[in-house]
């Protein structure tokens, strides 16, 4: 075992995973995290929290982690690279190991122009690759990018996020590729609505054997309404919803809208799970996390494993 | 070539608010090439002020002139004979040239007419983008020659990210993606190669960050 967490071991015991996401609230009150963290609890193998998504400033991902943890949710920590330098990075990294946080997701970070500080200085100082690549070599090696000896490696079990929808679409499998060797354990990827082109990015990958050396978790989300989907279709870069799947949802009553996308969020699920390469799904119902249940449930992925 | 804007003048009307007798100060360098801080724009600068002034009925002497280069002693020097002789200097030449002529003259407020950009390039006339950082340690030659720190939005070494849609950055619709010109590019040469290698962390002490930089060749001291 590489971290010893919860996921790594469903997945390495071979079953279907299920992860989630909680983003934390936009202020200090921890009730917000319990009270999802209560909706998540026995759903799922581990929680994603979520650091800043979209440049909005909110509570902390390790904090929110912690407070996860502490309602009995396994949590995977969020890691961007555009907030801070590769000082504060490591040292947050050894924070989070030391609390228990045994998974880590390391992403680039949407730009600030999209959140509530546009004028915030950026910082990159390393890309989400290396980031990777850093958290591989304390874990693994035991050192720090200078060289110098850690005292207690960070045990993390490593993600990486990809979007098998942006372009250009032939360095998508490639780029998979460079992220594996750089030390991703496991994959989540981009919300999918496009299975042809899903089912497309997971024949190249198998091509390249890729599926065989990093766990593969398919991201999906709920769509709640018709107008949820137009705007994320329009305005939220890198995704793909197709017509006729904004067309399921809109031919509803909009009172029965929400039930629609679950129901195509299950359906989803079943197909996911029938795919080679496929190891599990990461379902991102955002700020609806009290439909986690009946989503999960509902594919037929509950009760979780428990492997010792 | 170092780009620039022009100040509003509301701004400038404002830092000039004080002196009744100051040099507008040109600079034929980069800034006439981008239309900014040339001898032109002395004259239609120092025009507008004194109507400016004079209908707000507190009159402005201007002396109009432009240095062959704000950021070389040589030419700066040309000023000191009549620097006295004025309140303030207007410089509209780059943030380099403006420091350039505060730190050789002591006691003269100079104050800054334009906003100094970046190093670009002209794509026609009137428009100017950016290629250049200046971090001190170029990778032109693994990035089939278009630069990573400048044209990324995220400065990222190994994009692009999932942001980029159809050749364009997730800033704007308007953004091309760096990372779509390098793949182009690195198509065109038979160099995609060099994408699948891992890159090193960016050492950035050749950078701003390392603190201000100094170029010393002992060749030529
Ligand atoms: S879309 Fe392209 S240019 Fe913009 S941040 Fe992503 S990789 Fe960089």
């Known amino acids: 075992m590489k971290s010893g967490s919860n996921l790594e071991k469903v997945l390495e015991a071979g079953h279907f995973s299920v992860t989630a996401e909680c983003g934390p609230p936009r202020g200090a009150d921890p009730e917000h995290v319990r009270k999802k963290a209560a909706f998540v609890k026995d759903n799922v193998d581990a929680c994603n929290v979520t650091d800043n998504q979209t440049s909005v400033v909110r509570m902390s991902s390790l904090a929110g982690c912690l407070l996860v943890k502490e309602s009995g949710v396994e949590p995977l920590i969020q890691m961007v690279v555009r907030d801070r330098n590769r000082i504060a990075l490591q040292s947050d990294l050894l924070g989070a190991s030391a609390m228990g946080v045994r998974n880590l997701l390391c992403l680039s970070g949407d730009h600030q122009k999209f959140g509530d500080d546009p004028q915030a200085k950026n910082v990159f100082d390393i890309d989400s690759m290396q980031l990777i690549n850093l958290a591989r070599r304390m874990r693994d090696e035991g050192v720090f990018p200078s060289g110098d000896k850690l005292e207690g490696a960070p045990k993390f079990y490593i993600g990486c996020a ?78 793909d919803i197709p017509e006729e799947v904004i067309k399921r949802v809109a031919d509803e009553p909009k009172e029965k809208q929400a039930a629609k996308g679950i129901e195509i969020c299950i359906e989803q699920i079943g197909e996911l799970k029938e795919m080679e390469g496929i190891a599990g799904v990461h379902v991102m119902a955002i700020e609806w996390e009290e439909k986690l249940n009946e989503i999960i449930g509902g594919a037929g992925l509950l009760p979780r494993p428990v492997v010792e | 070539m170092i780009t620039g804007t022009p100040k509003p003048i509301e701004e400038i009307l404002e830092m000039v608010e004080p002196y009744d007798n100051i040099i507008v100060a040109g600079c034929h360098g980069c800034v006439t090439v981008c ?92 428009e100017w983008s950016e290629r250049c950082q200046g971090c001190g340690d170029c990778v032109l030659h693994l990035t089939g020659g278009i630069c990573p720190v400048t044209r990324c939005a995220k400065q990222l070494f190994h994009g692009p990210c999932g942001g980029s849609t159809a050749g364009k950055c997730e800033i704007d619709q308007n953004v091309q993606c760096g990372w779509q010109l390098i793949i182009d590019r690195l198509k065109a040469l038979d160099q995609m190669d060099n994408y699948l290698k891992l890159k090193p962390y960016k050492g950035w002490d050749s950078s701003r960050d390392g603190g201000p930089r100094r170029i010393i060749r002992e060749d030529m001291i």
């Open chain 1, 162 to 239: 990809v979007n098998p929808f942006a372009d250009p679409y032939e360095i998508r499998v490639p780029r998979l590729k460079l992220k594996i060797e750089a030390g991703a354990d496991f994959v989540q990827t981009q919300c999918i609505y496009n299975m042809d082109t899903f089912k497309r990015y997971m024949e190249d990958t198998k091509k390249e054997g890729l599926h065989e050396k990093v766990k593969i978790l398919a991201g999906v989300t709920p769509l709640k309404s018709a107008g949820m989907a137009k705007f994320m279709n329009k305005f939220v870069a890198g995704i």
């Open chain 2, 35 to 126: 239309r900014v801080g040339g001898h032109k724009e002395v004259e239609v600068l120092s025009s507008t002020l004194r109507l400016a002034r004079e209908s707000g009925g507190s009159k402005i002497e201007i002396n109009e002139l432009s240095l062959e280069r704000q950021c070389d002693p040589e030419y700066v020097e040309t000023l000191r004979p009549l620097i006295d002789d004025y309140q303030a200097v207007l410089s509209i030449a780059c943030g380099a040239g403006i420091q350039f002529l505060a730190e050789k003259f002591s006691k003269t407020p100079i104050l800054p007419g334009i906003n100094t950009g970046f190093l670009g390039v002209t794509e026609r006339q009137g």
